[in-house]
């Protein structure tokens, strides 16, 4: 009795997925997965105010949010005419880091952990090395950042340069602030300052 009990279930389940295949399911859920990490630029600008005023962004850099593995939500900036992606973590709090820990001697660490839980992919990191601390200025904030290098693990011969910056607004669920971080990294050749440090002076955090 309970096998066939078993066999119901299965083929109920079978029927029901089938159904949602047939009559749009699948479509319909892959549209309300584009339109939230997809939104139009003015809709993006004026939903995600926790994270700044990205009104003055150039359209060279095209707007998207999702979720990773991990929880963290992020906003992401891919500057159009190189494909170079910026992107925002919401680290929730700002115990796991802040702003005043790119002074310490203690970024290093702080940073080698957040990677390592933050990551999207299969791509880690070795040789981690801070070459430059120092921060931008927008619209009179100060936003410390630190210029890194590394080695890409699985993948031989790459090298890679970075920047991680931070800076601190009110979480959109919590009432006290949370550290959102700045993280951008490519091929050491095709590596270009600039890109950040424009998409972070035009933002109002």
Do not use: H
């Amino acid at each position: 009795m309970g096998c066939l009990k078993s066999l119901i279930k299965k083929i109920i389940f079978i029927i029901l997925i089938v159904a949602f295949f047939a009559f749009g399911g699948y479509s319909f859920v892959k549209k309300q997965i584009n339109n939230y990490q997809n939104p139009p630029r003015a809709v993006f600008v004026q939903t995600e105010k926790n994270y700044g005023d990205f009104s003055k962004v150039s359209g060279d850099y095209q707007l998207s949010r999702s979720y990773n593995f991990f929880g963290y939500k992020k906003i992401n900036a891919k500057y159009i005419p190189t494909g170079q992606k910026i992107t925002i973590f919401d680290l929730k709090d700002n115990k796991k880091l802040s702003p005043n820990d790119f002074a310490t001697n203690e970024i290093n660490n702080k940073i080698n952990d957040l990677l390592t839980k933050s990551k999207d992919s299969f791509i880690t990191f070795e040789d981690f090395k801070i070459i430059q601390k120092g921060n931008y200025v927008s619209k009179g904030q100060k936003v410390p950042y630190i210029k890194f290098s590394a080695k890409v693990k699985n993948i031989p011969f790459k090298n890679v340069i970075g920047i991680i910056a931070a800076y601190e607004t009110k979480n959109e669920k919590a009432k006290n602030p949370s550290t959102k971080l700045i993280f951008t990294v490519v091929d050491t050749k095709a590596f270009n300052p600039v890109i950040v440090e424009n998409f972070i002076k035009a933002v109002k955090f």
